[in-house]
């Protein structure tokens, strides 16, 4: 089924019930909110009492921004809900509050942040919040920490193997990180100007060999519940308080996947901002603090091996690279840097953020500590 605005009142009626907030005879304000490629999401409040609301998140069978011709599984919003369970259990208020979950229609309902903002207008502003970087650090490291595949008995582990194994989903990240932006995909794009980068890039063997060293990593590590998107548009952000969305892509894998994406989306608006010391200092200073917390937080009963740890940690720059060159050159960019109207200082950040994000990925294994890599900068 596939829902619409004029479909949404009648199903709302039918719902309440499960969804708990509205009364059937409740008369309803509905309107379509957020910017998201793949799902359509709506805001729905009383009329007379717009403060009452929730969120309804619903998966069209196909991808939203690409139309019915490409087709995609709406399971997408059961990992997600999954996920939202996993996060409100483990990691408690970093996350918008389910209230319920309709598998056949695929709609999630759940708290509604209306007066947050993404996290990426906050940077984009030169706002970087301390306390923000350290939450996302103790998010990261308790919902690992939870899942993670080494502290489960073997039931435990299967149950989560299995609750997330959203190979669909993956794939698409597969894709859309690890092999489309470096070969001659219709969906790529860059500034003009870059070519000459891109082609080095695309002809960089020993970087191509990296790079399906880490998708293969990717695809076949199952470490613990993992976001799988988890960049600063996925993050909401209101008086020094965030919380998680858009778990659509969760699944069982690489922990440092999720590090490496959230640090990467730091290290791209610092470049983004390179006229401006404060703002440049204040985002290594996050994403230092990141790290520190993630640490303190994954290892708290310290059973994990430091040679372990390490292995995470490479892993996690290997693929903060990545994630910093699909940004630039693939098919989703961002806005810290597509905002910067001056094409020659466009270009000047570009070729800086590339050429950082090839040395993360070429030089992964040997960086000894966040502080190495935030010192090349």
Same mark, same amino acid.
């Given at each position: 089924?596939?829902l619409d605005?004029?479909?949404?009142?009648?199903?709302l $009626?039918?719902?309440?019930? !499960?969804i708990?907030?509205?009364?059937?005879e409740?008369?309803?304000?509905?309107?379509?909110?957020g910017?998201?490629n793949?799902?359509?999401v709506?805001?729905?409040?009383? +009329?007379?009492?717009?403060e009452? +609301?929730?969120?309804?998140k619903?998966?069209?069978?196909?991808? &939203?921004?690409?139309?019915? !011709? #490409?087709?995609? +599984?709406i399971?997408?919003?059961? #990992?997600? +809900?999954?996920?939202? /369970?996993?996060y409100?259990q483990?990691?408690?208020?970093?996350?918008?509050?389910?209230? /319920?979950?309709?598998?056949e229609?695929?709609?999630?309902?759940?708290? /509604?942040l209306?007066?947050?903002?993404v996290?990426?207008?906050?940077?984009?502003?030169? &706002?970087?919040?301390?306390a923000?970087?350290? *939450?996302?650090?103790?998010?990261m490291g308790?919902?690992?920490?939870?899942? #993670?595949?080494? !502290?489960?008995?073997?039931? %435990?582990?299967?149950?989560?193997?299995?609750?997330?194994a959203?190979?669909?989903? *993956?794939?698409? %990240?597969?894709?859309?990180?690890?092999?489309?932006?470096?070969?001659?995909?219709?969906?790529?794009?860059?500034t003009?100007?870059?070519?000459?980068?891109?082609q080095?890039?695309?002809?960089?063997?020993?970087?191509?060999?990296?790079?399906?060293?880490?998708?293969?990593?990717f695809? %076949?590590?199952?470490?613990?519940?993992?976001?799988g998107?988890?960049?600063?548009?996925?993050?909401?952000?209101?008086?020094?308080?965030?919380?998680?969305?858009?778990?659509?892509?969760?699944?069982?894998?690489?922990?440092?996947?999720?590090l490496g994406?959230?640090?990467a989306n730091?290290? =791209?608006?610092?470049?983004?901002?390179? /006229?401006t010391l404060?703002?440049?200092?204040?985002?290594?200073?996050?994403?230092?603090?990141?790290? *520190?917390?993630?640490m303190?937080?994954?290892?708290?009963?310290e059973?994990?091996?430091?040679?372990t740890?390490?292995?995470?940690?490479?892993?996690?720059?290997?693929?903060?690279?990545?994630?910093?060159?699909?940004r630039?050159?693939?098919?989703?960019?961002?806005?810290?840097?597509?905002?910067i109207?001056?094409?020659? $200082? &466009?270009?000047?950040?570009?070729?800086?953020?590339?050429?950082?994000?090839?040395?993360?990925? !070429?030089?992964?294994?040997?960086f000894?500590?966040v502080?190495?890599?935030?010192?090349? =900068?």
């Open positions: 089924m596939e605005l004029a479909m949404l009142p009648e199903y $009626r039918q719902r309440h019930a !499960k708990g907030m509205f009364e059937p409740t008369k309803l304000r509905i309107e379509e909110i910017d998201g793949l799902n359509t709506y805001r729905v409040s009383e +009329s007379v009492n717009p009452r +609301s929730i969120v309804l619903h998966a069209p069978p196909y991808i &939203k921004i690409l139309g019915p !011709k #490409y087709p995609l +599984s399971e997408r919003l059961t #990992y997600e +809900s999954r996920a939202l /369970d996993i409100n483990f990691a408690s208020g970093t996350a918008p509050e389910l209230y /319920d979950f309709d598998a229609t695929a709609v999630i309902a759940m708290e /509604d209306r007066d947050a903002q996290l990426r207008a906050d940077l984009i502003a030169g &706002k970087v919040d301390p923000i970087a350290e *939450q996302m650090g103790r998010f308790a919902v690992h920490r939870h899942t #993670y595949i080494e !502290k489960l008995d073997s039931t %435990t582990a299967q149950h989560y193997r299995q609750r997330f959203n190979t669909t989903m *993956q794939a698409i %990240t597969a894709d859309y990180v690890f092999t489309f932006p470096y070969t001659e995909h219709e969906t790529n794009f860059w003009p100007g870059l070519q000459p980068d891109v080095r890039l695309k002809a960089d063997t020993d970087f191509l060999q990296q790079v399906e060293n880490l998708k293969q990593i695809l %076949t590590v199952q470490q613990a519940v993992t976001h998107d988890l960049h600063t548009g996925s993050v909401l952000v209101q008086n020094n308080t965030a919380k998680v969305i858009d778990a659509e892509f969760a699944f069982y894998g690489p922990v440092g996947f999720d994406l959230y640090s730091y290290l =791209l608006s610092y470049f983004s901002h390179q /006229d404060d703002a440049q200092s204040a985002l290594k200073a996050a994403i230092a603090r990141t790290w *520190q917390t993630y303190l937080e994954f290892r708290v009963d059973t994990l091996k430091e040679q740890l390490q292995q995470i940690f490479h892993e996690a720059i290997g693929f903060a690279g990545l994630e910093m060159l699909r630039l050159i693939g098919a989703a960019h961002v806005r810290d840097i597509e905002g109207a001056d094409i020659s $200082r &466009k270009l000047s950040v570009e070729r800086a953020a590339l050429q950082f994000g090839l040395t993360l990925v !070429k030089q992964h294994q040997s000894r500590d502080s190495a890599v935030l010192a090349m =900068l």
